[in-house]
Each structure stands twice: as C-alpha cells, then as structure tokens.
C-alpha cells in the first residue's frame, strides 16, 4: 500500500529475468531454445525455467496460459529490507515470499507499476550459478594495418543459436509518462542516462541505468515511452559477440521466425541489436557491445527522431515504433 511519506530508495543491485506467458508451450520451447536459452528446471509441462550461460540461476520463466501475456521483470534488491520497504510502500505490493520452485531460490515481492498495472518482482537471497562452460570465440581482430591474429590461425564458426548470457533490459510504452518516471525516480535506485524529448520539450522517453556509484553498469536496464495505451515493447538478453549475434540472426531466419529489426547498432547505449518476433508476437532482442557508466555520467538529453535510434542498419520499421 502507497504512503504519503517515501522512505529511503529500494537498492536494486540487477536486472535478474523475466516471465512470459503462452498459450502453447510446445511452440515456446521451440523458440526459446532457438533463441540461445538453455532448459535449467521443468517443473511441470506447464511451467518452465531457463537460464543463459552467466552467473544467474535464471533469466526467463516460460507459463502455460490462456493467452499471450507478459509477466513481469525480476529485478535482485540489496538486502530483505528492501524487500520489506517494497512490501510496505509499493502498490499492490505482495508479503514477502518464497521462490520455493525457482532455481537459486530466494525471496520475493511483486508490486504493480501505478500508471499501467503490470507486475514487478524484487528478489533477494538467490544462490547464483556457475557459469556454462560454452565455447565462444575470443580471437584478435584483423585490421588493415594492425594485424592482431597469428599468421596461420583461421577463424572458423559454428552454425547455432546465439547463446544468451543474461537479461539486458527490458522497456514498456506507459500511458503517463511523467507519473511514472516520478514513481521510478522517487522509489528506486535509478538515473537517467539519456531523456528523449518532443519537440515541445516535453520528455516522452527514458532510459535508465542502476546508480551503483562507481560501479560500471549498462547504460540502460529499463526504459519507457509515453505512449495512447500499455505495452510491453521487448526484453532484450546480451550475447557474445556481433559474429555470434549474426550467426544467431541466421539460426532464427532459417528457421523461419519473424525479423523485426536488424542487425544494427544503436546511437544511445550503442549496442548492436538484432530484434526478432517470437511466435505470440512479443519482441525479443539480442544485444551485444553495449556501454558500460557509472554513476558520475550526467543524463543527456535529445529530441525523438529516426537518427536517434541507431547509426546503421536497415530503416526503423513502422511497427517497431508502434
């Protein structure tokens, strides 16, 4: 329940995973493994958790359900306090429990965004996981005058998925923008790395960072953009490399998935992206080569157009920006 008074900002340490929902799960496992997620625990046929080959015990928990929906992000808080700020201050926020079925455990608070309703998780007292011992190319790059690769040594690649290492970030279109980045900024842990204004000067889009001090974070872990009604617009999940995200792009198209936009690399946060519909039209991206701030770089800011979205790659599609 929402108090008059804010106390001390929750302390969000990362962005840990995200629910999805669908109505066939059949088809979700096909995609997902596709994609680069790798099964970690089947707790039933209707409820699965996959995790990438990083240190989290899980980035993306697939439901079966009725229809398509999003089911949230998880975020990893500080300490139980924080989960107990979040229980007793936060709307329609949950008690705190248990994740009894969920790798690594641990416990948990669900709130509910107070401009568009959808849920949000705060998680504390995970065990983390060790690492897949994946093979992923680390080879020198071979520049016209700088030649970094030994003579003789050959670059050779495996047709695959491209591995997910972890969630990135995820953003929503919201129907109240300044609502919701005055709940955010007053009650969470987050600065703004780049505003995007209209040309009224009116801010329509963020993009924020966790402030962990000195800290190097990824310039942007959760966005929103005003929009006439709610949406998830995509989650996005960081992997190896561009050759290993371009050999992920050729996996998806041979097997047939939607593009929805890339290769390409973005201006703010200038990671290169590659977006792709999955089979219950949510977009998914996989991102690689993103900056990398700390607390002390100041927001920017920039008026919305085309040339702020990326600096090559095909034309932003319409329904991209829908």
Known sequence: MATESIPRKIQLVRIAHVYYKYPDMDTAITFLNDFGFSEEKRVSDDKIYWRGYGSEPWVLCSIKSDKAE?????????????????????????????????????????????????????????????????????EPFNYPVEKNRPANKFQRFEKRPAPVHKLGHFGVRTTNFAKAYKFYCDHFNFLASDLIHDAEKVDRTVFYRLNRGDEEVDHHVFFFAEGSSYKVHHSSFETHDFDTQVLGHDWLREKGYKNCWGVGRHVLGSQIFDYWYDPFGFIMEHYS?????????????????PGSLHVWGPAVPGDFLD
């Open 70 to 138: 999003f089911g949230g992000v998880g975020f990893v808080v500080e300490s139980e306090e924080d989960l107990q700020i979040a229980a007793e201050t936060l709307p329609k926020a949950s008690k705190i429990y248990e994740l009894t079925d969920a790798p690594g455990g641990g416990k948990c608070v669900t709130f509910h965004d107070p401009v568009d309703g959808f849920p949000m998780h705060l998680v504390y007292g995970q065990e983390p996981a060790a690492m897949l011992d994946i093979p992923l190319p680390h």
């Open 289 to 305: 080569d993103g900056d990398q701030v700390t607390a002390s770089e100041p927001t920017h800011h920039s008026q919305a157009g």
